[in-house]
């Protein structure tokens, strides 16, 4: 796990997700190593392979919202919104005041084409954090209102 936190900082991200699996692998099932893991297989485009380490993550740790909206992401990106929504709708239940948790459910709802409430999830992301970029870049992205 610490090696993987290592290749984090120095931006190799093949690297840690080996480490950060061979730590799994080895039986640590921690929660900061099923994160860690979890988020390098998003990064590395596997969203099937984190959704189980999103899984266990959110049973170990019920309150832990990051957990929530990873697995709703890696829901998401496997072409899932419908069953991302109540993942991400958790996050925000948890941590409403992170612009994170309102972006995600702006994506996921903008994905089940339900472009009025993702435009206010995005906005209220943007409210949240002026600077949060990938926001304000989806909201720019979202159809025109009808």
Not at 43 to 53: F, G, N, R, T, V
Not at 65 to 85: C, M, P, S, V, Y
Not at 87 to 97: F, G, H, K, N
Not at 107 to 113: E, K, S, T, Y
Request: glycine letters at 4%.
């Amino acid at each position: 796990n610490n090696l993987g936190t290592l290749y984090l900082r120095v931006n190799q991200l093949e690297a840690a997700r080996q480490a950060f699996r061979r730590a799994y692998d080895l039986g640590m099932h921690d929660w900061f190593v099923l994160h860690n893991l979890g988020v390098c297989e998003l990064q590395a485009h596997d969203p099937a392979a984190a959704e189980p380490l999103f899984d266990e993550l959110v049973q170990k740790r019920p309150q832990m919202w990051q957990a929530w909206q990873n697995r709703g992401i890696a829901k998401l990106d496997q072409g899932r919104a419908a069953e991302a929504l109540p993942d991400v709708e958790r996050a925000v239940a948890l941590a409403p005041r992170e612009a994170d948790t309102h972006y995600t459910r702006g994506l996921v709802l903008r994905d089940l084409g339900r472009i009025a409430e993702a435009r206010a999830s995005l906005a209220e992301a943007q409210r949240l954090s002026p600077q949060h970029t990938p926001s304000r870049d989806a909201l720019s992205r979202l159809p025109a209102a009808p």
